[in-house]
């Protein structure tokens, strides 16, 4: 005797996301149903590109119908990144999904290295992607997306992101001359960084916006928070105590100006030698227990690969997930845990706003 589709949607309830630790009908990740006779075909939408789990999920949707009666199982999985599950009214840049913050609370630890590949990694998972260099102190993503002396198109007044390495990207670096120092109190670089966020920029509609802040506690993480609902913040860290202490600081920041921290990445974690020995030059795993000991999510770890250093300073970020499986095997891992995180917290709601009179 055939199941029925009430039977079907009543055996998908015992099969919960395990990251979200809710059942996929509630969630609403059941999209379609088709019986025929014995056999059940599921279409299940996944709330993010390249899951890291989205075997378990195929596999307890099969074992869940096969003991409701089924005896052919097809499962379909597709993924659509989602944003914030109650959007704000009225919030700055409607048409993206989600906005995350990459900061650290010194310079020096590849924040921006970091905040690249991110974006690269989550646009290879399928998604829309935006990249803004919000380091308007010492912007490097012109090297690094290999965009040096070539100025952003305009229409109507307004910049176009370069679209490069499958991500739409805007940078101070790009626009104003290559070696002209860029010396701003804090109005004026909260200005430029208003500017190149909202005011003067065309943004696409994206899933994911990647803003790379300047390093520490200053004037250009406060405009942030102040200007746009965070999904939440990467904090990146190299493993030794001084970087440690300023990372944790860089965190609670984030947490004081109501953006929900999404994660510590250890940068540098260790060193891989050309005949693949490791050395723990900064001492390895310091983030992680940071982030333990503040209950916070860690990420994973990032290890120092010649090839990361030299693909970024000839503006290749592509390059990092095809020619070392090892690095493009951390830097995906990490890619995967951060998308995990962001649809976590956008099935918590949306976070206290920040008010600053």
């Known amino acids: 005797m055939p199941l029925t589709e009430n039977q079907v949607i009543e055996a998908l309830k015992t099969v919960q996301d395990p990251e979200l630790f809710k059942d996929i009908v509630t969630l609403g990740m059941v999209k379609g149903v088709q019986i025929e006779g014995s056999k059940v075909k599921v279409r299940v939408e996944l709330t993010t590109p390249g899951c890291p ?44 999904k989600n906005i995350i913050a990459v900061g650290a609370g010194k310079g020096g630890v590849g924040k921006s ?22 380091d308007i102190y010492g912007p490097s993503m012109p090297t690094m997306l290999g965009i040096k002396g070539i100025p952003p198109q305009l229409r109507d007044n307004r910049i176009i992101p370069h ?9 101070i670096g790009s626009i104003v001359p290559e070696d002209k120092p860029l010396i701003w109190r804090g109005p004026m670089a909260h200005g430029a960084f208003k500017q190149l966020l909202l005011d003067n920029t065309e943004w696409p509609e994206l899933d994911y916006l990647i803003v790379d802040l300047p390093p520490g506690t200053g004037d250009v993480p406060l405009t942030l928070c102040q200007l746009l609902p965070l999904t939440g913040a990467v904090v990146v860290a190299t493993p030794q105590q001084v970087a ?65 250093r030299i693909n970024s300073d000839h503006g290749k970020p592509e390059w990092n997930f095809t020619t070392n499986p090892a ?19 956008n099935l918590q709601g949306p976070g206290p706003q920040l008010t600053i009179s």
């Not at 440690?244 to 540098?268: H, K, T």
């Open 113 to 134: 290295t970091v905040a690249l590949n991110l974006a690269v990694g989550l646009r290879r998972c399928g998604a829309r992607v935006g990249l803004m260099d919000g």
């Open 53 to 96: 789990l989205k075997d378990v999920i195929e596999r307890d949707v099969t074992s869940a119908l096969r003991r409701a009666g089924a005896e052919q199982v097809e499962v379909e999985l597709t993924a659509t990144v989602r944003g914030p599950a109650q959007p704000r009214k009225g919030a700055a840049l409607p048409q993206v």
């Open 244 to 308: 440690l202490d300023d990372a944790v600081r860089a965190a609670g920041m984030f947490q004081q100006l109501g953006a929900p921290i999404l994660g510590f990445i250890e940068n540098m974690s260790y060193f891989v030698a050309a005949d693949g020995s490791e050395h723990d030059i900064f001492g390895r795993g310091g983030t992680e227990k940071a982030a333990r000991r503040l209950g916070l999510p860690f990420l994973g770890a990032i290890p120092m690969f010649t090839e990361l």
């Open 327 to 345: 690095l493009r095997d951390a830097l995906e891992a990490v890619v995967r845990r951060l998308a995990g995180e962001v649809s976590k917290r």
């Open 163 to 171: 679209h490069v390495h499958g991500i739409h990207a805007i940078t």
